[in-house]
C-alpha cells in the first residue's frame, strides 16, 4: 500500500462516508486496504455478527459493507430500517452457493424430528427455515444445548464444521454436504512438512479445514478466536490455515512475529482458491467509491426478514447467556 495514496484515499473516502450519511464496516477477509480504510474512516473490522451488530449501534442510515452478500443479508436482518449496500452483489460464498432454499427444504422435510441448525454462512431465506443460526464460536455449546434437552439435529451447509462439531460433542447429527472452497484446498503432508521445517510454531486452523489439518492445530476456532490466538502465542512462527486477508489483523496486532499460510499446494491440489477467497478480493476501492452508481443494495422481503432474525436473535439470547454462566464459573 503506498502512503501517498492512502492518504489521499482516505481523505476521500472519510468525505465520501460524510456527504453520504454512511458507515463503511468490513470482513476481516477483505483486502487490507480496505480493512484499513473502515478503521481510519470511523467504521470497523470484525466477523459477520458482529458487522451487522455493529450497525445497529450506528446513526448513519446507510451501511456498506465489504465482505460477501450473505454478510450483507444479515446486516439488513438486523438493521432493516437502514439502507445496506455491498460492494458487489455477485460477490457470494460457496457454502451458502451449496445450500439453496428449495433443495434445502426437501431436506428438512426428509427429518422432521430435527431441529434445523444452520451456519451464518447462508442465505436470508435459508436463515429464514431454520430454527437457529450459528456461528463458529458459539455452534459447539448451542449443539450441546440442544443434544442436552434431547433434541436431534440438521447441520447445515459446512460438512467440515458439522464434522468438527461431531468429534468434539460426540452427537450425532445430519450433516449437509457443503464445503468452503478456500478452507478445503489445506493439504495435511504439506502442512506436517512445514511445521517440521519451521519447528517452533503454532499452527491456527478455521474449523471449516478437513478433520485431518484440525488434527495438526494448536487452536481451532472462529476469525475472532484465532486473531486473538495469534496474539497471545509465545511462538515466532505462526501458520495460519484461513483465508490470507486475516493477516492484516494479525501482524498489526503483532508485527514481530512471522506469519505463514498454510499450504494449499501439493499432491492432489486443484488450487481453485489458494487460501484466498475469490468474492472476498472483488471487495476493492474503485467498487466502494462508485458504490452509489450502481444497483447493490440489499433487499428483502419482511416476511425473509421476520423470520431470518428470530433464528439469529435465539442465538444471541443463547450466546448472551452462555458467556453470563461462563463468567460466573470463571
Ligand atoms: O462469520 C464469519 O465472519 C465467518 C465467515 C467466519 C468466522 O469464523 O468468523
Redesign the pocket.
Known amino acids: 500500500m503506498n502512503s501517498i495514496d492512502y492518504k489521499e484515499k482516505l481523505r476521500f473516502v472519510k468525505n465520501f462516508l460524510k456527504s453520504n450519511d454512511a458507515k463503511l464496516i468490513a470482513?476481516?477477509?477483505v483486502n487490507s486496504e480496505i480493512q484499513k480504510l473502515a478503521e481510519d474512516s470511523g467504521g470497523c473490522v470484525?466477523?459477520?455478527?458482529q458487522?451487522a451488530k455493529y450497525g445497529t449501534q450506528q446513526k448513519e442510515s446507510n451501511i456498506i459493507i465489504a465482505g460477501v452478500k450473505f454478510?450483507g443479508e444479515t446486516s439488513k436482518i438486523l438493521n432493516p430500517e437502514k439502507n445496506i449496500y455491498v460492494l458487489d452483489k455477485d460477490a457470494t460464498?460457496s457454502l451458502d452457493e451449496s445450500c439453496d432454499v428449495k433443495s434445502f427444504q426437501n431436506f428438512i422435510d426428509l427429518h422432521p424430528d430435527r431441529e434445523v441448525v444452520v451456519y451464518?454462512?447462508t442465505s436470508a431465506k435459508v436463515k429464514a427455515i431454520s430454527d437457529w443460526v450459528v456461528?463458529?464460536?458459539i455452534a459447539i455449546p448451542l449443539v450441546e444445548n440442544l443434544a442436552s434437552k434431547g433434541k436431534k439435529i440438521i447441520w447445515a451447509p459446512d460438512k467440515y464444521l458439522g464434522s468438527y462439531i461431531e468429534d468434539q460433542t460426540g452427537i450425532d447429527m445430519v450433516v449437509w454436504n457443503g464445503a468452503c472452497i478456500v478452507h478445503e484446498e489445506y493439504k495435511t503432508l504439506e502442512l506436517k512438512n512445514l511445521i517440521a521445517k519451521l519447528g517452533d510454531c503454532e499452527v491456527l486452523v478455521?474449523p471449516?479445514s478437513p478433520r485431518s489439518v484440525i488434527q495438526l492445530a494448536d487452536v481451532v476456532?472462529?476469525?475472532?478466536?484465532l486473531i486473538n490466538a495469534s496474539q497471545t502465542s509465545k511462538a515466532k512462527n505462526i501458520i495460519v490455515a484461513?483465508d490470507s486477508g486475516i493477516f492484516y489483523q494479525m501482524k498489526k496486532l503483532s508485527p514481530e512475529k512471522n506469519f505463514h499460510e498454510a499450504p494449499t499446494e501439493g499432491k492432489g491440489a486443484t488450487c481453485k482458491s489458494c487460501g484466498r477467497c475469490p468474492w472476498m478480493n472483488m471487495n476493492t476501492y474503485q467498487k466502494l467509491i462508485n458504490i452509489f452508481n450502481s444497483d447493490n443494495e440489499i433487499h428483502l422481503d419482511d416476511e425473509t426478514i421476520h423470520f431470518a432474525k428470530k433464528s439469529i436473535n435465539r442465538m444471541i439470547e443463547f450466546e448472551d447467556r452462555y458467556y453470563i454462566k461462563q463468567k460466573r464459573v470463571s
Open positions: 470482513h476481516y477477509y470484525a466477523d459477520s455478527l458487522m454478510m460464498c451464518a454462512n456461528t463458529s464460536s478455521h471449516e476456532g472462529s476469525t475472532t478466536k484461513t
